[in-house]
């Protein structure tokens, strides 16, 4: 078995999962950085496969995401294996450890970086560490966890922070890095490119590229429905559908959180 180019760790998710995954033809593997509009690159895709925005299944069950060790892999694996629709997969992964197959399609979403820091800074508040330890195998913590500092200064720190990618893949090295490695491979024909700041101002026009880059046909009468299903509003209101299994990981499912205008919108779900 061939091995992965860059292995990617953290004490939640592990590129390692990747190898031997089994491709299928026209699969997709969405690939971004936290907060990126990972969930909300997930319903799209949803949406063209299915074309109702009535779904069959909520979206993290759908759409799983092979490197959360908060999953089993067999699990992960076996879900997928059962999948008779076009399948659709959650990375965190940056390209260059995953293994790239011609039968798959790669999307890769990016954020504004300080956009996205903050939308992480806003969800730590929201994870229950404890349980992710519990669910992942790890010790206890010692104590209690030191308190969150003041956004500003935590931003600075997070600019400042000198580390590799593959020690910390969300910090700006990281985030860089993820994004840096994709558009070196943008002229590749199943790499696709995609920022969170066109589908804010344009998502018709986004859904309707996506859709033709991933070969998806879409009736004229169909496409109202869906485009209304991917905006902020209707997401925000099915949010229920979206909220990661297992239980526990969030502490509160539905936060209200800020977009960049200081709404809620898909990263204000606090989904991964």
Same mark, same amino acid.
């Given at each position: ?127 229950? &560490? ?6 992942? %195998?790890?010790?206890?913590?010692? =104590? #209690? +966890?030191?308190?969150?500092? *003041? ?99 969030? &502490? ?6 800020? %977009?960049?205008?200081?709404?809620? =919108? #898909? +990263?204000?779900?606090?989904? *991964?």
């Amino acid at each position: 078995m061939p091995e992965l180019p860059v292995r990617y760790r953290s004490a939640e998710e592990d590129s390692a999962r990747w190898l031997g995954f089994p491709f299928r033809q026209g699969d997709i593997v969405i690939s971004t950085r936290s907060k990126s509009g990972t969930t909300w690159m997930q319903m799209i895709c949803a949406l063209l496969i299915f074309q109702t925005r009535d779904l069959p299944a909520p979206l993290s069950e759908l759409s799983p995401w092979v490197d959360w060790l908060i999953t089993p892999r067999a699990e992960v694996y076996a879900r997928l294996s059962a999948q008779e629709h076009r399948r659709f997969v959650k990375t965190h992964t940056p390209l260059d450890g995953i293994r790239l197959d011609p039968r798959a399609t790669y999307i890769v979403v990016a954020r504004h970086p300080l956009d996205m820091a903050v939308s992480l800074y806003h969800q730590g508040d929201n994870l229950d &560490r404890a349980r992710i330890r519990q669910l992942t %195998g790890q010790p206890e913590a010692d =104590g #209690p +966890a030191a308190p969150c500092p *003041p956004l500003r200064d935590w931003l600075l720190s997070w600019i400042d922070r000198d580390v590799g990618p593959r020690e910390e893949m969300d910090s700006l090295p990281g985030v860089m890095w993820h994004l840096s490695d994709a558009w070196a491979r943008r002229g590749e024909p199943n790499v696709v490119l995609a920022h969170y700041d066109d589908l804010s101002a344009d998502l018709e026009g986004e859904m309707r590229r996506l859709a033709a880059l991933l070969g998806i046909t879409v009736a004229d009468e169909t496409w109202p429905k869906l485009i209304e299903a991917a905006t902020f509003q209707h997401m925000r209101a099915s949010a229920d559908r979206f909220v990661p299994s297992p239980p526990g990981v969030l &502490r509160d499912p539905l936060p209200r959180t800020h %977009g960049e205008d200081g709404t809620a =919108g #898909p +990263a204000g779900l606090a989904l *991964p």
